[in-house]
């Protein structure tokens, strides 16, 4: 996984892209009409039912637009929120409140909505020791804020990007010319390369399972993919693989199969749907 210092810079260009992309050389709407030393309040309105996110994410909005604004939270990350709760207030400079609200808003919609349906997977799971896991199907430019925000939803993540993890899905192992040879060359690549990356190998079916519990006996795989099996293949896939590695379900689990997959014993369960396919919690930003 990538480091913290890793992980802040990324968010850091976020916040530098997006206030380039809707600033520009300026905020022509505030600066027309309200004075630069006027100063203001303002509300983050909860309009909405879920798990907040995307409160720290707005602190760093607004202290990099501003540093001299003030933010009162009142309902920090991960808190359970319902219509007419207050999130923060935040005043200071007018014109600078209202430079960063379009970015905070739109940012913690999208986290609230991630985290909410988040904890929601994790509360389907508890009891059966499986954990949840978001993907790489994430929005192209924002997907550490994605990811942060299944983590304050009670998820984990995966690997963040193609760099920070090794993960042989089934078009590498086709191209490799089997799964022996694309692990084979895979620990001899990291090895020429001085790279200490964790492997996970996707698995399509139970002969797959067995072969890549043989190269197991000399070969160090962190985790094995078991995509798209039925409940019974993934039962047998569980007890073939043992305590030799970790194992992972995915392939269409949605919160109907969720739980009957995890009762069959995996470690983990992926769901691309935690990022991809979301509805944004009703959030405002109202003066006061």
Not at 102 to 116: D, E, F, G, H
Not at 245 to 258: A, F, Q, R, V
Request: charged letters at 25%.
């Amino acid at each position: 996984m990538i480091s913290k210092a890793q992980f802040d810079k990324e968010i850091d260009l976020i916040i530098t892209n997006a206030i380039r992309e809707d600033v520009g050389d300026g905020d022509h709407s505030s600066l027309a009409c309200i004075p630069e030393s006027a100063t203001g309040k303002a509300k983050l309105l909860v309009k909405d039912e879920g798990i907040l996110a995307g409160v720290a994410f707005a602190k760093k909005v607004f202290n990099y637009v501003d540093p001299n604004v003030i933010i009162d939270v009142h309902l920090e990350d991960g808190a359970s929120i319902k219509y007419g709760d207050v999130a923060f207030y935040v005043s200071g400079s007018s014109q600078s409140i209202l430079k960063a609200e379009r970015l905070v808003l739109n940012a913690m919609q999208r986290m609230s909505a991630i985290a909410t349906k988040t904890n929601h997977f994790v509360k389907l799971l508890e009891g059966t020791g499986t954990k949840i896991l978001d993907t790489r199907k994430t929005t192209p430019g924002i997907r550490a804020l994605e990811k942060w925000a299944v983590k304050i939803g009670g998820g984990e993540n995966h690997r963040f990007a193609l760099y920070d993890m090794v993960m042989l899905k089934d078009n590498h192992i086709d191209f490799a010319g089997g799964i022996t040879k694309a692990i084979e060359k895979t620990k001899k690549y990291l090895s020429d390369k001085g790279l200490d990356l964790k492997i996970i190998v996707e698995a399509r079916n139970l002969e797959e399972i067995k072969e890549i519990k043989e190269i197991l006996k000399t070969s160090g795989v962190y985790r094995i993919l078991i995509d798209n099996f039925n409940y019974e293949d993934t039962r047998k896939a569980v007890t073939l693989i043992g305590n030799t590695c970790l194992t992972e379900s995915s392939g269409g689990i949605n919160e109907k199969t969720l739980r009957k997959y995890a009762e069959c014993g995996v470690d983990y369960i992926s769901s691309g749907a935690l990022t991809h396919s979301v509805y944004n919690l009703d959030l405002s930003l109202k003066a006061v």
